[in-house]
């Protein structure tokens, strides 16, 4: 068994925004239930013990959780490379500052679209102008600035304008992820899958938009895994490479794992992180390649894939044990190429005359 490399600490639900394509789970954890501050400094030297590397505090949004600096500083002290997450509502110079002398080692900040009408509707809060303000003050307090964009059927015609957006922001690297379908963005499927058509038209910009910017800026394509014919090596293989603590403590392989109801995942309030992540069952359930079944456990590609992602299967199937529906192989793979091409056929994203105070999706809350 390997030991994790990556600890992505969720250390609250609570956020500003209202993202559609969340993949928080649809029922969100309260501030009251949220881990204290001794227990997530234990859970960081843990991770320590366990042989982490990185740490990336997320949420939600880890900025409203004031012992943030505690955290990493702590978090420096133990070794790790430490990453924040956030939407960049809040930020100051002053909290920069304090972020930069707790030891963060880079920071990425969340855009909606190029557009700032569009990306405040998206957001479900008027966020960008804040966003565009906080990326200033993260550069002009010597901070990396690292930026994503979560690309589905509203905003994905934008791909080169996000792209030239966050150049002129200053960002050094930015992940163009399609979305993936788990807790909130599985609510609002419908309304975030992109058209094959908008998905070809949008890969065209990003080669383009490659060659333009050249090395001034590092550019990740996520892949949009309802389109191809195989599954993603989700998470590098379960329970392998990394592991996710909730903000109520519960230790999860993936983020969106706590929307398998058919696993127990214990908290770090009543177990050490170190046996979660050698003994637990949720851990060693999918661990490996024992537990396949047909057609993956005769399949050459399982030691590429792993048999896809864990979560989607259950989504789409009911049972997380069976091949991700994304593979041609998997019997319930129609299912999920009908849903597609329905989809196909449905008229494309929000036009400018679209009634913006009508809500199109359900917005992510508590
Ligand atoms: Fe991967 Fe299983 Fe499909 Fe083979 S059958 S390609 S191992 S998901
Ligand atoms: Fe959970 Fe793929 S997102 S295993």
């Known amino acids: ?39 997530w400094l234990r859970v960081l030297e843990e991770a320590g013990e366990l042989g982490v590397v990185q740490v990336h505090f997320t949420g939600g949004e880890p900025l409203l959780r004031p012992d943030l600096d505690q955290l990493i500083r702590r978090a420096r002290e133990l070794g790790f490379f430490v990453n924040i997450i956030t939407s960049g509502i809040g930020i100051t110079e002053k909290r920069v500052q304090q972020l930069a002398e707790a030891g963060v080692d880079s920071m990425q900040l969340s855009v909606q679209a190029s557009e700032p009408e569009l990306a ?28 994503n964009v979560v690309l589905h059927r509203q905003n994905i015609h934008l791909v080169e304008d996000v792209i030239e ?8 690297r930015l992940e163009l992820a399609n979305t993936q379908y788990y807790g909130w963005a599985m609510v609002n499927r ?26 001034s800026i590092e550019l990740i394509w996520v892949l949009p895994d309802y389109y191809e014919d195989f599954p993603k090596p989700c998470m590098g293989g379960w329970g392998k490479i990394s592991l996710t603590v909730t903000p109520d403590g519960r230790v999860l392989p993936c983020t969106a794992a706590s929307g398998i109801k058919s696993l127990r995942f214990e908290s770090v309030k009543e177990h050490e992180l170190g046996w979660i992540w050698r003994e637990s069952e949720a851990f060693n359930t999918f661990r490996g390649f024992d537990w396949m079944a047909e057609p993956c456990k005769s399949c050459d590609r399982r ?64």
């Open 1 to 39: 068994m390997s030991a994790p490399y990556a600890l992505s600490a969720e250390i609250t639900h609570r956020c500003p925004l209202h993202c559609p394509y969340c993949s928080n789970p649809v029922e969100l954890r309260k501030r009251e239930d949220e881990l204290t501050v001794d227990e």
């Open 120 to 147: 405040d509707y998206i957001a479900g809060f008027k966020a960008h102008d804040l966003k565009r303000q906080a990326a200033g003050l993260i550069r002009a307090g010597g901070l990396p600035l690292h930026m």
């Open 165 to 172: 957006l966050c150049v002129s922001w200053g960002a050094k």
């Open 190 to 215: 419908e309304q975030l899958l992109p058209a094959k058509r908008q998905l070809l038209a949008a890969e065209q910009a990003f080669m383009r938009a490659t060659e333009r910017f050249g090395k």
């Open 303 to 366: 030691f590429q894939d792993f048999g896809g992602c864990r979560c989607q299967a259950f989504l789409l199937t009911g049972d997380a044990r069976l091949t991700d529906p994304v593979c041609q192989r998997s019997p319930h793979h129609h299912k999920l190429a009908e849903f597609v091409a329905l989809m196909n056929e449905r008229e494309q994203g929000l036009s400018p005359d679209d009634d913006r105070d009508a809500p199109l999706f359900s917005y992510r809350g508590m």
